[in-house]
């Protein structure tokens, strides 16, 4: 049986756009359960660039991903949300004036609204057909690095060549005991600042570059892992030996959990209006990457945006009966949780 769960709106997503429609629903008095396919609060800026600054938030000249999580998550606390975590919204039911969202957790949380803000999708990495990595991972074999000083001196082969291989590198080359950077082309996926930085970590030895080679095997004993067994277009092959592998071959994302919401899926994006961020099925609002319209620009801000619109009219949908009064934030006094209904 379904364990019961009870809320104003459901959100789809943990990421940053996530985070701020929990604040920008706490504003007008609604309580949120969160539902994410990740194991943590973040999304891709904690899996994918939790070090790696960003400079087009508004206030912030530069701010690390891992930062602005940090940030945002503050902003949220007051507003208490429930998070359902390493969880999928896999389905959807209604009555007359309620949604009924269904976790892969075998979660039934009863809402006035969703708001979808998984930005791609559920996601997860590409890993490597190398045998025996099922066992090696997160302990030996990471897909990202939540905490990079749980690697200090430890001896790291990355594989891969895109931003994440990279900017990995250069982070972990003051923090390894240390780190080869194995690479199946000789040009590196990654902008040229990143890489002309990685160009003078190897020439100053403290980053090794194996190129054009791949990772063909593992070595390990009982969970651990000895060496990784790198190869070259002729079969030649080097044993390195290592005690993290960190494989970024991307991640894949899906939207597919989603299917059973009815909703106007194309281009692995949710068709929605941008006045109002309303999609094709009554009660359900989107924003983030997933929230796709003309002339549609894939930026933070722009989620953060949408997130406000998505949550304006999530509570203008929930309570019909009650008018909307636009108020700044100064205006209504610091966030409490006393500002939260209590009658979901």
Request: hydrophobic share 45%; proline share 6%; aromatic share 8%.
């Amino acid at each position: 049986m379904s364990r019961k769960q009870e809320a104003d709106i459901v959100i789809v997503g943990a990421g940053p756009v996530g985070l701020f429609a929990v604040f920008a629903c706490g504003q007008l008095g609604m309580r949120c359960h969160v539902v994410d396919a990740f194991s943590e609060i973040g999304g891709q800026c904690i899996a994918l660039y939790p070090e790696k600054p960003i400079y087009d938030i508004p206030g912030f000249p530069s701010v690390r991903g891992r930062e602005l999580i940090a940030r945002l998550r503050e902003q949220a606390e007051p507003y208490h949300a429930r998070f359902s975590l390493d969880s999928l919204a896999v389905g959807l039911r209604r009555d007359a004036q309620r949604l009924f969202v269904r976790t892969s957790k075998d979660e039934e949380i009863l809402a006035r609204a969703v708001i979808i803000v998984a930005g791609p999708g559920a996601f997860g990495p590409n890993r490597p057909p190398l045998a025996g990595i099922e066992a090696l991972e997160g302990t030996s074999v990471h897909y990202w690095v939540r905490d990079p000083q749980t690697l200090r001196g430890k001896r790291i082969v990355i594989a891969g060549g895109g931003d994440s291989a990279v900017d990995w590198a250069i982070v972990l080359s003051d923090i390894a005991a240390s780190v080869t950077l194995v690479h199946r082309r000789s040009k590196f996926r990654a902008p040229p600042a990143s890489v002309n930085a990685l160009m003078q970590l190897s020439g100053n030895k403290k980053v090794t570059l194996r190129v054009p080679y791949q990772v063909s095997a593992l070595e390990a004993h009982e969970r651990a892992l000895k060496a990784v067994i790198i190869e070259d277009l002729d079969g030649e092959r080097i044993r390195l030996e290592a005690d993290v592998l960190l494989p970024f071959f991307g991640l894949s994302s899906d939207l597919s959990a989603l299917s059973e919401f009815g909703l106007n899926l194309e281009a692995g994006a949710i068709r929605c209006d941008p006045l109002s961020m309303s999609t094709s099925v009554p009660g359900i609002f989107a924003a983030g990457d997933v929230a796709s319209y003309p002339g549609k620009e894939k930026l933070l801000v722009t989620g953060f945006s949408e997130a406000a619109i998505a949550a304006r009219s999530a509570f203008a949908f929930a309570y019909p009966e009650k008018p909307y009064h636009f108020q700044h934030s100064t205006d209504r006094g610091r966030p409490s949780a006393s500002q939260v209904r209590q009658n979901v």
